[in-house]
């Protein structure tokens, strides 16, 4: 199964054949910690420098979209390293913040007119609703008459098609084409001829006016979207596919963008960091040569699994009876293959899925249950010990069981399935960023499910605690299921395991009297 999960996808000259660069790259400086959303935020001049060095050698050029936290610096060092610079300003719905912007920029344009190839007069404010078109084209008029070069705003494609007016004040128009946040997704497959498609209706709607992509990409990790799917390999073929219908097509293109960014993850889930061609923390291209895996380390994972799914089997064998059935020995199996496979994915997916302190804990928490559920209830299986009702854990004192195991396995199933609630109404109530955990979530319910099919239920009524959970999952698998759609495979997965996890539930039995 790892050696499938780790296959190499073929990058044959990604992003760029011998000899070429890109046009453009987004770049901004922020790494780590380091965020705009702190206004006490500083870039230093070495830290710009040292980064640029690495871009000069892909790229032609870089973007960037504003003029504080030490980014007016960039112009000067990029003409060290003979970049050029698409020098963006950042408009809000703040005038004195506005004023500070479009100061700055226009004494850099008019500083540095033979590196800065353009000002781009406010990124996505139309989108944001901050400022309107009117008050815009007042702005970029304004810039244009204050500079040598070339002015332009950036907008979602569909923005600019809404307010057509604004293209009358610029020198040529700017678009963003993001297939991946697309109202409808695309997939990865159909992501360049969609930006072609989209592009070309927009010189048909702007003739007489250049048309440029000011932002293109795809990320390599995070949530899908319907069919949309985030990963390394994903991310390679898009850039490629549409690096070369821009070539084809004879337009120009500013990939975004060129380190990952951590920052982004407040404001967008875990997708929103990894858009970049290099790594955050080692400032490394992530394609360094011609094939790319999604899973880079599976052979550390392969490996770890192998011994995983061995200690369950160790623990199978310590524990049988004399009697034990071929479908126990059935549910041991699933149990070591399905942590064999999936705890290894959890890990990797850990500190790309975990934002903050409370991030951090839960997926240490669904790795914990991961690893320990496939144990006790392989023990739970070999010596047919019944999934104890959860009264029987925490109801009247004269309810609750003495036997230890069954002490351990309801407490696995608690844990199962209050983190399973957490993940299961985050995506019914707040789910546009959320993350599908699928893989700790699977390895730990897999071992739940095979043990109520296996082993015989306690006597005894179904409790209230057991009903409101898979009546919850339940309702939660009806709702998460359409909205994500039928492509969103992460979805369809981790929702069977929900729906294994409400059956599982629905099976407990034990509640005395």
Known sequence: MWTWLGAPALTPHFPWQAGEKLYCISYAPFRGSQTPLDPTTRISAAQIDEDLTRLAQISNCVRTYST????????????????????????????????????TAVALANRYPDTIRAVVVGNEVLLRGELSATDLTTIIREVKAKVRVAVTYADVWEFWMRNRDVASAVDFITIHILPYWEDIPVPASEAATHVRTIRQQVVDAFPGKEVIIGEVGWPSAGRMREGALPSRANQARVIQDVLDVAKTGNFKVNVIEAFDA??????????????????????????????????????????????????????????????????????????????????????????????????WVRSLAMIAVAVVSPFVLTRGVMKAVPMPALARLFGPVEWR?????????????????????????????????????????????????????????????????????????????????PNESLANWQSLWLCATFAALALTLWRVRGVPG
């Open 68 to 103: 504080d936290y030490g980014l007016d610096q960039i112009a000067g060092i990029a003409a060290r390293h003979g970049l050029k610079v698409l020098q963006g300003l950042w408009l809000s719905s703040h005038p004195e913040k506005n004023r500070e912007q479009i100061d």
């Open 262 to 359: 951590p920052w982004k993850r407040a404001l967008e889930g875990t997708v929103g960091g990894h858009w970049g061609l290099f790594d955050d923390a080692s400032r490394s291209l992530k394609y360094p040569g011609k094939t790319v895996s999604n899973h880079p380390y599976w052979q550390w994972q392969a490996a770890g699994g192998v011994v995983l799914a061995i200690l369950i089997f160790v623990v199978a064998i310590v524990t049988r009876g004399k009697d034990a059935e071929p479908r126990a020995w059935l549910a041991v199996t699933l149990n070591a293959i399905a942590a064999g496979v999936l705890v290894g994915w959890a890990v990797e997916n850990a500190p790309v899925e975990s934002l903050g302190v409370g991030g």
């Open 401 to 481: 069981t003495s036997d230890r195991l069954a002490q351990v396995m309801a407490g696995v199933l608690v844990a199962t399935l209050l983190l399973g609630l957490l993940v299961a109404l985050g995506l019914v109530f707040d789910p546009r960023y959320r993350d599908f955990p699928f893989a700790p979530m699977t390895a730990a319910i897999v071992p739940l499910l095979t043990h109520s099919l296996v082993v015989r239920r306690a006597e005894g009524r179904r409790g209230a605690a057991e009903i409101g959970g898979t009546i919850l999952l339940a309702l939660s698998v009806i709702y998460i299921v």
